[in-house]
């Protein structure tokens, strides 16, 4: 008699080769909770974990993702090509125009890897839900295709969950 197995989780490599995600809808989404502050965060799919979260008015791209990438389990070549691209991004949109893109022997350059190595880590970056590409809607780049770094909507909510735990600042006498 063999045991019962328990159902599989996919792996971000199963949820890889899919499409750009969709338009976001019009759902509440949960605000980002001040220190001491109560926050439920909610409970999400692997698809939902692995898309890109939303960013609250309150909260800054270039904050989330670096505290993210660092509560993050990837390896530390992935994490030092996510932090290469992050000055090239826009700070509210994440947005990697084609004119500030950085080119793979660029990122080779600036981070000491071989040219191989930084394709494979943007594979990874893309798989976990750090990096995908959409098209650009206006300016001077419209129709062309761009990279958005993003943090994935699993780490944000571990990240509000993390902001809402924390003690409360003490007032400045």
Known sequence: MTAPTAPRVPTPGDL?????????????QPVAARP??????????????????RIGKRERLRNLFTHGLRISRMRPHARLVALTLLPYANDKTGLLTPAHRPTIEQLADNTGLLPAQVHVQLQVLTQRGWLYSRPIAEGPHAGKVGLCLAVPAGVLEQLRAARAQAPTPAPAE
């Open 36 to 53: 001491g502050q109560p926050y439920t965060p909610r409970t999400l799919t692997p698809a939902e974990a692995l898309a890109p979260g």
């Open 16 to 28: 890889a080769r899919r499409p750009a995600p969709p338009a976001p809808t019009k759902r509440a």
